[in-house]
């Protein structure tokens, strides 16, 4: 976490001298993934995430981010009994490209939608079966969403898809992909 720490303050420290045409976004927000494997009763927990992003553009924008977050999965055998409780975290790194559809960067208030890519680098378990390792790492992600700014508030929802298993050896038990729902509400400045 002090390496999250340290790596997200660098990161929003080297861009304060940046144009007028970029808004730094911190924020937080909760996660609500499922999983798609096969042959399990499994389902996904609520999560959290923290971190920041910076957008460069006005009408059209690039926003890369850097965010800490939680996943949770919770499988059961036929006994409806947990097996395991497996919750991971690690760094979340999204790039979208998105489009202000009502107002600007700089307007009072905005309606944005974006897309892009992300990947997540694990960086350690909380569950007595998996450890770090056994867990894909980067996984792989795609998504969608829709952003609302008013003043200097904002709060941006989105799908994602993953591309990537969430472990790594499916011989027993395959977890299969996640897939979930980001909400983040944040300042930008």
């Known amino acids: 976490m002090k390496k999250f720490l340290f790596a ?16 730094i976004k911190p924020g937080i927000g909760v996660n609500m993934t499922n999983i798609t494997g096969e042959g399990t009763d499994a389902s996904g927990q609520v999560g959290w995430q923290i971190g920041g992003s910076v957008a460069f553009g006005e009408k059209f924008y690039v926003e890369p981010g850097l965010f800490y977050q939680t996943s949770s999965v919770e499988y059961f055998t036929s006994t409806s009994s947990p097996v395991t409780d497996l919750t991971y975290s690690g760094l979340r790194i999204p790039v979208a490209v998105g489009l202000d559809v009502l107002g600007n960067a700089d307007s009072f208030a905005g309606l944005r939608v974006f897309g892009g890519a992300s990947g997540l680098i694990v960086t350690g378990t909380s569950s007595e079966f998996y450890d770090k390792d056994e867990i894909e790492s980067p996984q792989w992600g795609v998504f969608a969403g829709a952003g609302l700014d008013i003043a200097i508030f904002y709060l941006d929802l989105s799908y994602q898809w ?10 027993q038990i395959d977890l299969g992909k996640s897939k979930g729902i980001f909400i983040t509400a944040g300042l930008r400045f």
């Open 162 to 171: 993953s591309l990537s298993n969430v472990q790594k050896d499916i011989d």
């Open 8 to 23: 997200a303050s660098l990161f929003l420290a080297g861009l304060v001298g940046l144009q007028a045409q970029t808004q």
